[in-house]
Structure formats: C-alpha cells, structure tokens
C-alpha cells in the first residue's frame, strides 16, 4: 500500500516536472533563465510569496476576519430579518447575566462543562498515564491493546452515542432482569442514574482516546535513562514516579493546558445524546450547537458572539494561570530553564 | 520480495503488570461491547430485537435493504434545492459527499502546513520566524465560541454551504502539524537541495520531487488522521453544509427520525464506520505509531 | 505503464461514484409540459397517501385540460416536511418571494395571527361557490356547521378551512379487552363483553362506551386488573412524553365543559374555580373548595384553579407514581419513537414473549401511522390487524360528574388548510380549483378510508371500509360536544401561540428549571429512590407560570 501510494505521488511530481521542462524548452534562448545569486534571489522570493498566498490569505480571512467579526458581532442587535442592526451593549449584559445569575441555563452549563473537564482529565489521567506505561514497556499483548483502545477514537460519536444509548435503556434492563428477575430501569431512563451514566460514559471514553499521547511522549524518553534505573535496582513503580512522569512533565503539562482551552466550551456527546434519544446534560458546546442549528435566520448571533468572548477571556486567564502553575511545578524546572538558555 | 521478520524482542512482564492488563482486557472488552451489538444487531429483525436485545438470532439483510429503500424509512437526508425544489440524497449521495468533505479537507489540512513549514523552514527570512512564532502563540491562545462569526464570514465570502468552501475553511496552517513539518524539514541537509539546483531544478522541482517524498511518511500519517475526523464529523456539515449533508449529520437526523427502528439505525451506524475501519486496518502502525519531529520524537 | 493504470483506476473509480451519486435527486422532476401546482404539507401522522390520491385523480380529471399558454394539464408537487411547514415556522417565510408552496395542509397554525398578517387567501366566494364542477350542488360552505363558521369568520371572511378532526386519546386493544374481560358491569365489577355491561362515562345504557371505566378510580382499578393478568396496562412513547400532557389538557377540557372551555379564550366570564388554598392532593382524587369567579383579562391567570386542571394533574400523578400502570423502559426513555411504541402496542400481541398491551396514548391518526408496525407484525395493512382497536371514551373524574356530555377538542393540531395571499394571479383558479376538488364528499371519503381521520364537515362515508378503531373514534366525536381551540380577543391574537392546548399544563413547579409541560418527566423525578414531587407542586407551580411569567408579558394589553 506504501508503494503504492509512493507510485502515485512520483507519478504526479514527473508529470509536473515533464510540463514544466517542456515549456522552458519551447522559451527562446534568450529568455531562459540563467543562473545567478540575484536571480535565484528573487526566483527564491518569488516562490515564497506565491506559496504563502493562499495559506495567508485564508488565516487572514478565516482567522484574523472572523475573530474581528465577532467581536463586532457581539456589539450588535439585528433589528429585522434583513439583518439591520443597533449597535448595544446588551448582548454583553444579558450573558453576564445569565452566567451570573441564580441556576440560569448559561450557568448551569458552564458548571457542567467545568465539572465535565475535571473529571475527564483528574480522573482520566492518572489511568491512561499507566495504561501508557504499559504500552511503553511494551508488556503482554501491548500491541493487540493498543490497536482494540485506538478504535473508539476513528469512530465517529454519532455512532458510539447511539450504540451506548440502546444498550444503557433496552440492553441494561434486560441484563439487569436476567440476573436479578426484578424489572430494571434503564440507566437513561432512571432520573437518578441518567446524568452519573452520561458523566461516566464520558469517563470511559475519553481515557481510550489519551493513551496516545502519553505514549508518545513516553517513547521520546532516553532508553539509557531507563536502563540506569534499572541497574540502580528501581522497581517499575519506582521507575514511573521518579524517572517517567518527571520527563514527560513538558508533554504532560502542555496537554493539560491544550485541554484547558476547550474545558468551558465542550460538548461532551450531549447533541449526540439530545438526538439520539433526548436525554442530556447542558453543557456548554451543548447550549453552543442547539442554539446555533435552531436559528435558521441568524437574529441570536449576537449573543453568541458575546458569550464565546467572554468565554475566551475567561479561557485566556484560565489558560495562562494553569501554564503558570504547572511551570513552577515542573520538578525538571532548572534543567528546562538551561535548555532554553 | 518478502518483507524480513522483525526479530521481536521478548519482554518479560513482572507479575504487577499483569494485573493491570487484566483491567487493560476488561476495559478493551467494554469498549468494543457497543460496536459488537451495532454489528449482531444490524443482522437480527426488529421482532427477535425487540424479544431479546442481546441475542442471537438467524441472519438477515432486510434492514441494510430498507437503508437503500428511499420510499419508506431509508437511509436519507432531504435538502431543498436553490430554486425551491425538494430533493433527498440517498446513501451513494451521501457517501459522495462525504468523501468530497473529508478528502479535500484532510487534503487541505495536511498541504497547508505542510506548505507552510517548508517554506518557514528552508527560506529564513524574518517573516519565516515571524510565522512560527505566530503558530505557536495562536496554539496556545484559546479563541473559542466563534463559530457564528465564521458562519456569517463564510456567507459573506460566498463559500458557505458548498463543498470546496469548506475544504478552504480547513485550508490553515494554525497547529501541530506546521510545527512537526518544520522540525522536519529543517532537519533535511541541504546537500540534496544544493545537488538539485546545480542540475537546474526550480523551486517547485525541488519542493515536489525532492522534499515532500522525505516527508511522505508524516504527510501521510497527517491526511489520514485527518480523513478519519473528517469523515466522522457532524458538527462542521451542521454548521456550514446543510445542502450537501455527509454520512455522519445523516446518520445523526436519522437517529431520531420517526419510523426508524433500532435496527436500522444499527446497520446505518456499520456503514458509517466502515471506511474508517478500512483505513485503520491498512494502516494501523500509522494510526498507532508516533510521529518523527525531525529526530525529537513527539 | 502501471503507474498509469493504477492511477486511471482510482480515478476512475471515483469519477463513476461521484456520477452515479453526485448531487441530490430531486422527489420529483417538473413536467414542462404541464402547469406546476406546489403544495406544502406537514406529513407525520396524517401522512401524505391521501395527498398523492386526490393528486393522482385531479391530474387525471384536469389530464386534457390548459391552464397555461403552451401547456397542457397540471403537476402537482408535494413537499412535506415536519420544521417549515410547521404554522409558527411558516408563518415567517410564507409570504417571502421565494416560498415555491401555494396551497398547504398542515398544522400548528394560529389561524388568527395568520389572518392578522394577511398571509392566507380570502376563501369566502370559493367557499359559498357550490362545486357543480365536481358533480355536487352543495358548497363547502353547506357542508360546515354553524358553529364552524363562526369560528372560522374573521370580519365576515374565512381565510382557512379546517384540515382534519381529532384529538389525543386512548387506544384500547378491544380483543384484548374480550379475550379478559376488562369491562365493568353495572356494579363495577369486571365482566366479560357479554355481560350486563355498566353505562360508561357517559352514563347511558346501550351505546358505544359501555363497560369502560365511568371514573378515573374505575380507570385505574382497571389498569391494576390488566397487571394482573400479565398485560402491560398502559403505553406511550417515550421520546413523545407531550403526548401525556396533551391526553391530561384533553381531559380537562372534557371535565371544564363547552362554556368554561371557552371562557378560557374570551376571557370573559364566570367559572367555577377551586378556592386559594384549598385544594388538598393527599387522597387518590383532589378534594377543594370552590367559588365563581369572574373572569377578565386583568384576572385571566386564575384560571390555572380549574378544578378540570387539578384534576388531570392528579390523573397525572397516579398514573405515572405508579410503576405498575406503564413499561417505564418504554414510556420513560427518549430512544422509544413512537414508530417503537406503535410496534410494541401492535407487535406484542404476535410474540410469546414480550407482554401485550391494552391501553396505547395516541392521536386518532395511529392507525395511519402505524402502518409499518402492521406490516411488520402481519405483513400487510392495518385491515390485516388479527386485532380489533377502539377509542377509549374519557372517565370521568368524579362520579358527579358520570352522565355529563363530552367535551372533545376539535382540532387539538391547529390544522388547516389554505392558499397563501400572495399567490400569482395565474395560479389562483388553479390552487383554489384544488381545495374545492379536495373538499368533495368523494373526496373528503377517500380521506377518511385513508386515514382514519374524520373531517369537520358534513359528508358520507362508507362505514365497511373504516377499520373498528375508526369507527368507534367517529362515534365518540358524533356523541361530543366539539370545541374550537381558537378566540378573537387582542389577547388570544397576540399570544396564540401560548394557547395551545398542551401548554395550559404548563408548571413552574421547580424554580431552577423554568416552566415545562412535561408532567411525565417532572412526577417521575426521584432522589434517594422517592418521588421528588407531587401533583401539588405541578398545581401550583402553574399559577406561578400564569401569574408570574405570562400575565406579566400581556400588561400591555390588558385593559
């Protein structure tokens, strides 16, 4: 498959190059190019500025723009369906609000999304870090783990939402009623045990997804570092405290803070969850998408625009806090601080 | 000629370990439980479904049938077309789509950067270093919640709701990947690139013949990472494709389409994850391996 | 060379898929040889079978005829759909230049806002017009009751016609009922069909309803005897738990009567309500104090102390607190459609394994909508049911109350039929041509046999091809009083929307939440294994609602 696909990469790259040397055959001599350090100077300048273009072009649209735009956005008020508008600040007050107000839906959201983030990185981490350990040390069956582990996270959530969501309501009961012969409620349908199944289905599949990771950074450790730990006679655990877990500190922090960036606004599967049988947890990407797909006319996007800022200001301080903290925790920090000197 | 047998070095695993794979083996049967019952349950009619959910019964097609069936409650996704007219995609129509969506977007996902690496890495000019530093920043700067904006900018740019819109909407270079690509090419000797220009080779020679073959292995990795997230995403057809709906938005509006029996919705979800599958089973190393950044393994 | 094909091959590959697949495929592809007619319609229970058949005989009567310069015969072009044909979607894109629909069928219109917008086309001359063109010496107009037009009659015009007539009920499996003999006698004992059957809640000997439960205590004595003998008592689907909410407003509404009902929308006059502070939920019935009051727009809210309200909230509570009563993995979960639960009610009856069900809460278009689960279950229509269905007439809340004429909501959808105003001169003759021909008695026939669903208008159908369940919802609504859910105050015209029969349940029984109708959801809550609340905080909590969120929002009105 490799080679094949090498064949057809190099297939296409002679074509190119057949073309292009046939069209400076067919130049006069005089206008073929000759070379010299100013000609391949500008050559060089040319084709940095003409591969840039598109690239740039997009993020100074679909970056730079709409970053401006919503920041505009949140500013306005649409008066008609023509989109004629007032500048205002309500969109500013009615969100902060609403996020600061007694059990308002904006509220109760962002405290899912926090609790969410917590629990499926405090709770998550300390499992996959271990399962990564496993697969570092390349133990039984690492390989035929890793690949079975790696499969939920190619799978769309559409999918494993809606699975999950048959076996916890018509699967579990059953089961349940097997076992014991008592009629069994399903884990969706029991308002006591809906909102702990939809938190733990998110634990238990987003310690699947992490391994990666830490697997990676784990493997980017000096192999003789190991082995000197080994011969000091460090047992495993000894040698996942004290040699693992300091080296990949740098990963490690750099995930969780990646992670902080999308701890207020993630959805968790709860649109999935809303479609594939109603029930859900608010959430903040939640309270995001049913918005946004219910507003066939765009008159709320406003007040969109003026949560995600306040949003991300709030991600921002949380964000530079965190990296913050965890330099300071960081038990290599002399040794990082040298490295960058 | 046969590929030589990697000599596998045995590794012993202390008696700890092997409690830990005991819950690893627990965990992985749990996790594939779902997909196990959406394969068995795609075979069964809904009757035998209905009398026992996890069960056993004789094998039948009828529901990947009715997912083909666009009279009655087939697989489907109803549009209206721009001059008013109702029309429906039916499952070819939504694979095309989606593969139009995921292909050209991992395409783009994985040029840019790419491009964008080369050409920060190998002409060093000060908007080169200029451009890192911003992809660095940009990644560690959280912009969330812009998801309208983008919407109202893409109408404006005339590209919302079309195909090759989209694949320019994930035409950027803000990531890890730009990063890694980089680190690779920085990481190339330049004997082959001074070689190259001696023998006459343009910049764009060398760029497609010489530098992307040496990093054909990360590019590849990237565009399938990328096809496979693609291909499983809803959220971006929700927003922004609402005339040209994928498998997966499909997928989700038929989860909770009135007439669509477990079943059904059970042979739709083994459809949706078969080319993902396909692809994961033809490149598993990639998918599970880790990517080389130039010699710093990330 | 290999390089080549290898390349040719994928390529062509998906060139072949991209032609094959590319692009939707358009329902239907316009005729230009004909005249275009485009009809919106809002599909789900009623469907769209009977649309595509008075389709097919209209384009075949009008086959040879021109409407158009150059053409010759008419087109008609459904589209259905459940978000923008519904009225409050529609009503803000209707008279947009580019909505292709000109006639539509459909529900969840407030007829009166659509009028106050001039949306809909003045169908007064077309209605008095008799329709000699169809054979008929009769106008739609001769076919409406007087109360009818009344309602319909908006400064002397009609705008819109009624679509189709029904409610929210409950379904029984009449074999069922026979095989266990589920009927209650006169001295309110279980007997068999054969026996000396009791009067119903209608309180008379010898008509359809004998030996149904007189009484909610009567229902629920029932529902306990159905447990008992191995038969799930009740079912409805939990993805559709409103349908719960729209059974208990019907229910108040058949215990308030016509006069308090239409109280509820003139705001003008004197019901009996149930005294502040009271009302005592602690018993299987609500007991309360009452007084009249009189009612204005200033005081309108207290009409949340209905005694009917109270009433259906505490039906409500007993139902639902009762895990007996219904299949909580069916009715309670969000994955059951109502397609899932028509098939259990339909389907379970032929398994030998799954518990059959008496009792189904549907609309009295289940049977047309069902059509997958009879195909499923006996592989063919609902004709080939080895089933025989009925229509469960209301119990009574309290025994005073047995012998008191129904009251049924008409039209509890708001469905209606109409041309939009904005119709091309052209296609006026032709659109309103349509509505006529749909509104023949043939027609109107064809409707019911396909349906299930009767029309508010006086025409025969032939009784040997309705199915049992048909015939006897017919029947009930021939022996009710019927109420238009619709007023014509400033207020109503306002805020119809908030009139709509589910959302008289409205409650804001817990303040963190904000105001819900889904009594299902709300009586099922539990913490620590317990009901978490009770039909009394459902009670009060909508006086709360009323007073507190939507009395506030009508001051400007309120005069």
Known sequence: MKTFFRRIGRAVGDFFYDISCTLSRLKPPSKRPVSGMKTKKRKDMIFYVCMLALPLLQFGLMWVGVNFNSILLSFKEYVDADRNFVWTLKNFADVFQNLFGEDTVLLVSLKNSVLLYLLTTFVTMPTSLIISFYFYKKFAFSRALKIILFIPSIISSVVTVTCFYFIADRGYPQIMEMLTGVATEGLLVNSETRTPTLILYNIFYSMAGN??????????????????????????????????????????????VAGLAGALIGDYGMYAFSKAGGSAIDTMGYYFTRGITLDTTGQ?????????????????????????????????????????? | MSKPKKHLQKVKTPIGAWVIFLFLAVYAIALMIPYLFALVTSFRSINDFREQVFGWSTPTLDNYQTLFDTSGSGFKYTVITSDGAEAYYDFIGLMVNSFLFAIGCAAANTICPCIVGYCTARFPYKFSNF????????????????????????????????????????????????????????????????????????????????MLPLVSNTMLIAFILSFVSFWSDYSTPLYFLRSYPTLALALLNYTETVGTYATDQMAACILLCIPSLVLFACFTEKFTGNLQMGGIKG | MKKLLAFALVAAMLTAM?????????????????????????????????????????????????????????????????????????????????????????????????????????????????????????????????????????????????????????????????????????????????????????????????????????????????????????????????????????????????????????????????????????????????ENVAITPKNGYELAR???????????????????????????????????????????????????????????????????????????????????????????????????????????????????????????????????????????????????????????????????????????????????????????????????????????????????????????????GDYVFTAADCYNGMLTYRRDTRWDAYESLIK
């Not at chain 3, 894109?93 to 917008?117: C, H, M, N, P, W």
């Not at chain 3, 149904?212 to 008992?228: G, H, M, N, S, V």
């Not at chain 3, 379970?348 to 009295?364: H, Q, V, Y």
């Open chain 1, 300 to 341: 709320t996007y406003p007040h969109f625009a003026a949560l995600g800022l306040v949003l991300s200001a709030m991600t921002c301080v949380l964000v530079f806090s965190a990296r913050a903290i965890l330099n300071r925790l960081d038990p290599f920090r002399d040794q990082h601080k040298e490295v960058k000197a």
């Open chain 3, 18 to 290: 991209m032609l094959t697949g590319c692009g939707p495929k358009l329902a239907q592809s316009v005729d230009a040889n004909k005249t275009q007619l485009y009809i919106g319609t809002y599909g789900g229970g009623v469907g769209t079978e009977w649309l595509e058949k008075a389709i097919a005989d209209f384009e075949a009567k009008y086959a040879d005829t021109s409407f158009e310069e150059g053409k010759k015969g008419v087109q008609i072009m459904i589209r259905t759909n459940k978000t923008d044909m519904e009225g409050e979607t529609l009503k803000d894109v209707i008279g947009l230049a580019d909505t292709k629909e000109e006639i539509y069928f459909t529900e969840g219109v407030f007829y009166q806002t659509y009028v106050s917008r001039g949306l809909t086309l003045d169908l007064t001359d077309y209605i008095n017009a008799d329709l000699t063109e169809f054979g008929e010496s009769e106008s739609i107009a001769d076919k409406m009751s007087d109360e009818l037009k009344a309602a319909m009659t908006v400064n002397g015009k009609i705008y819109a016609l009624p679509f189709w007539q029904g409610c929210y009920g409950m379904v029984y499996n009449a074999t069922l009922f026979d095989e266990n003999g589920w009927y209650f006698d006169k001295n309110g004992n279980f007997t068999d069909a054969a026996g000396n059957l009791g009067t119903g809640p209608d309180g008379q000997s010898g008509t359809a309803d004998d030996g149904q439960p007189r009484t909610y205590d009567e229902f629920f004595k029932l529902l306990a005897e159905i447990r008992k003998d191995g038969c799930v008592p009740l079912s409805f689907a939990g993805a559709s738990q409103d349908y719960l909410t729209w059974l208990l407003a019907e229910m108040a509404v058949d215990y308030m009567g016509v006069d308090a009902f239409k109280t509820n929308y003139s705001l003008d006059g004197t019901v009996e309500l149930i005294k502040a502070g009271t009302a005592d939920f602690t018993g299987d019935t609500v007991t309360y104090q009452t």
């Open chain 1, 211 to 256: 391994f990666l990771f830490y697997s990676s950074a784990m493997s980017g450790i000096d192999n003789s570092v190991s082995e000197a730990a080994q011969i000091d006679g460090a047992n495993l655990v000894q040698e996942f405290f004290r040699i693992t877990l300091p080296n990949i500190y740098p990963m490690l922090s750099t995930f969780l």
């Open chain 2, 131 to 210: 451009l890192i530093s911003l992809v660095y920043v940009l990644m560690a700067l959280p912009i969330v919640g812009s998801t309208v904006s983008e919407i109202q900018m893409t109408q404006t740019l005339g590209i919302y709701d079309t195909i090759p819109g989209m694949w320019f909407l994930k035409f950027s270079f803000l990531g890890m990947y730009t990063l890694i690509y980089n680190a690779s090419f920085k990481s190339i000797p330049n004997d082959y690139v001074e070689a190259a220009y001696m023998d006459g080779a343009g910049n764009m020679s060398i760029f497609v013949r010489i």
């Open chain 3, 306 to 528: 209905q005694p009917g309200l109270a009433h259906a909230i505490k039906f409500a509570e007993r139902l639902m607190q009762n895990t007996t009563n219904y299949n909580a993995n069916s009715c309670l979960s969000g994955s059951y459609k109502i397609s899932d639960a028509q098939l259990e009610f339909v389907g379970n009856t032929a398994s030998t394994k799954l518990d059959p069900i008496a009792i189904m809460i549907d609309g009295s278009w289940w049977e047309n909508e069902a059509s997958a689960a009879f195909q499923n279950t006996y592989q063919g229509s609902k004709y080939d049911s080895e089933m025989e269905y009925k229509w469960m007439s209301f119990p009574k809340a309290t025994e005073d109350k047995v012998g008191q004429k129904s009251t049924l909501v008409a039209s509890v959808l708001d469905s209606y039929s109409f041309i939009k105003a904005n119709i091309s001169e052209s296609k006026k003759d032709l659109a309103v041509k349509f509505l006529q021909f749909v509104h023949t008695d043939a027609q109107m026939a064809q409707f019911t046999e396909t349906t299930g669903l009767a029309k508010p208008y006086d025409y025969a159908v032939d009784q040997t091809k309705l199915t049992s369940f048909t015939q006897s919802m017919m029947s009930c609504f021939n022996a009710a009083d019927l109420v238009t859910p619709m007023g014509n105050s400033d207020l109503y015209r306002a805020y119809c929307a908030d009139y709509r029969l589910a959302y008289w349940m409205r409650t804001a029984y817990d303040p963190s939440k904000g105001a819900i109708d889904n009594l299902a959801s709300i009586l099922t809550t539990k913490s620590g």
